[in-house]
Nanobody, 123 residues
Framework: QVQLVESGGGLIQAGGSLRLSCTAS????????MGWFRQTPGKEQEFVAA????????DYADSMRGRFTISRDNARNTVYLQMNRLKPEDTAVYYC????????????????WGQGTQVTVSS
C-alpha cells in the first residue's frame, strides 16, 4: 500500500520560511517523479513544483520560482519543499504527489497523493 505523508506545515509570518517534507512508502520511490500542489477553499488545485526521479530536473510554477525549492533524498524516500519569503497568498493546504517519471515534468500523471499539510501565512 502506497502512502505519502506530508509534514512541516504551520503558522508563519509573512517573509518567513518553512520546509515541508513528504515521506513515501510502498513504492519504488527513486523511479517516481514527485510533485507539490496546493489548494485553498473555493479555488482549483494549483501546481507548485516537481522534481524528476533522477533528482536533477525540476519545474516550478512561475509565482514560486525563486522563492521555493524542491529537492529529494532518494535514500530517505523523501521529497522536500523549501519555501522562503512566504506571502499571505501562499496560505493553502499543500499536497505531495507521486507519478511515473515522464518528460516534460508537466506531463507527469500523478497516481498517489498525500493527505496534505496546512500552511498559513499571516500578514
Amino acid at each position: 500500500q502506497v502512502q505519502l505523508v506530508e509534514s512541516g506545515g504551520g503558522l508563519i509570518q509573512a517573509g518567513g520560511s518553512l520546509r515541508l517534507s513528504c515521506t513515501a512508502s510502498g513504492l519504488n520511490f527513486s523511479a517516481y517523479a514527485m510533485g507539490w500542489f496546493r489548494q485553498t477553499p473555493g479555488k482549483e488545485q494549483e501546481f507548485v513544483a516537481a522534481i524528476m526521479s533522477g533528482v536533477v530536473w525540476t519545474d516550478y510554477a512561475d509565482s514560486m520560482r525563486g522563492r521555493f525549492t524542491i529537492s529529494r533524498d532518494n535514500a530517505r524516500n523523501t521529497v522536500y519543499l523549501q519555501m522562503n519569503r512566504l506571502k499571505p497568498e501562499d496560505t493553502a493546504v499543500y499536497y505531495c504527489a507521486a507519478g511515473k517519471a515522464d518528460w516534460p515534468l508537466r506531463n507527469v500523471k500523478y497516481e498517489y497523493w498525500g493527505q496534505g499539510t496546512q500552511v498559513t501565512v499571516s500578514s
